[in-house]
């Protein structure tokens, strides 16, 4: 994909995935904080510069702002509590209610999208692929020479094109990788080679792709749960569409909303017990979100959209999570504050907050940036 080509995909793909999740968490600010009486100043669509006021209701003015994506809330007094009407002088109770309403739109949202998904575009993968997704410089992969986007055709001679049977769950991850880290396992000091499809290095702007060799030793010492050092997708190659009722696609979307509150949990422990190689546990931005979700509109021939209607839910429930963080400048920080003051009968000095809130927004504008290089140097793709 040429750059011309990857700002015309993607960035539509931007504005209608990451816009509306952020939209829905700022009215869920807007809506607790009309309910709490505090005065709110401005509720904006997209974000500043202005470019133009749609109207005026009450105290509260509409506006419409250049930047496409999400939207913004402007309450009084957000660390001062001298206004009545301020954020800074309501009750514990419902600063913490419009605090937390941000993130809980998030959850609620991300159910809704998928019991949408589920309902009206589930697919079932009845076959698939392995695609290697990311490759640790430091790892086997590295030096056997797998790269990101190779589709994996055989293993030390053994096909891995993998067939799911009716009753197969999809979701299964370690059914469903079994069979390549099986092989991968079983080189653990030995010979390894790989059949694998390649797009044409020297022709980017084409679907061209090429059937390349590789071979390679794995070291003796390599960690069983991960010898090669490669993050691995699936690439789903035929897919049948499902019919499921409001209920089943209700728990199908609470099941999908607890492993994703389960992984968001376990993924420090799975650092730390080297489950996952830290070079593949980086973060990923708004670059690297894009580009997977311009990977999955693209595959849509094979899956329709549920992929990347299911990936918007996801993102909308991390989002909410990564906004409980007890982080300075995020919802969780500030709510973080409020339980302290719970704890000590009297508030933190307002001007001291609002330091530490401005600090800690400059650490993470400053963190968003590496990590949007490190998408941009590193992408992280799905093909």
Not at 147 to 153: E, F, M, T
Not at 170 to 181: L, Q, T
Not at 194 to 205: C, F, G, H, S, T
Not at 291 to 298: A, F, P, R, Y
Request: charged share 20%; hydrophobic share 50%.
């Amino acid at each position: 994909m040429d750059f011309l080509n990857g700002i015309l995909i993607g960035l539509p793909v931007f504005i209608i995935l990451l816009g509306p999740l952020m939209f829905i968490h700022e009215l869920g600010h807007f809506w607790a904080a009309k309910r709490a009486g505090i005065r709110v100043e401005e509720f904006g669509m997209g974000f500043p510069p202005r470019a133009v006021r749609l109207f005026k209701r009450g105290e509260t003015e509409y506006t419409l702002n250049w930047l496409p994506i999400g939207a913004f809330v402007r309450m009084a007094g957000e660390e001062d509590p001298g206004d009545p009407r301020s954020f800074a002088a309501q009750p514990k109770r419902w600063r913490l209610i419009t605090l937390a309403a941000g993130p809980f739109m998030n959850f609620l949202g991300g159910f809704v999208i998928l019991l949408i998904a589920y309902m009206f575009f589930a697919t079932q993968p009845t076959e698939f692929r392995y695609a290697i997704g990311s490759v640790s410089p430091s790892g086997a992969a590295a030096s056997i020479g797998f790269k990101p986007g190779d589709v994996v055709l055989s293993v030390n001679g053994v096909d891995m094109t993998q067939r799911l049977a009716a009753n197969a769950d999809p979701n299964d991850s370690e059914a469903a990788y079994a069979p390549f880290r099986a092989q991968a396992r079983q080189s653990i000091g030995g010979e390894f080679s790989a059949v694998v499809l390649r797009r044409d290095e020297a022709n980017a702007n084409t679907d061209a792709v090429t059937e390349v060799t590789i071979q390679g030793q794995i070291p003796a010492d390599a960690s069983p749960q991960a010898p090669l050092g490669v993050g691995i997708t699936r690439q789903v190659t035929k897919s049948e569409r499902m019919i499921l009722s409001i209920p089943d696609a209700a728990s199908a979307a609470l099941n999908d909303i607890t492993n994703v509150f389960v992984g968001f949990v376990r993924a420090p422990i799975d650092l730390i017990e080297q489950r996952v190689p830290a070079e593949l546990a980086r973060p990923v931005g708004v670059v690297g979100i894009t580009n997977i979700g311009v990977s999955l509109i693209e595959e849509r021939e094979s899956q329709g959209l549920f992929p990347f209607i299911r990936f918007a839910a996801f993102i909308s429930i991390i989002l909410g999570l990564t906004n409980l963080l007890p982080i300075p400048a995020l919802d969780g920080g500030r709510i973080l504050f409020i339980l302290i003051e719970a704890v000590r009968g009297k508030r933190v000095d307002p001007q001291r907050e609002q330091w530490v809130h401005a600090i800690g927004m400059i650490v993470l504008l400053g963190l968003s940036a590496v990590i949007i290089v490190m998408d941009v140097v590193n992408p992280i793709s799905l093909r």
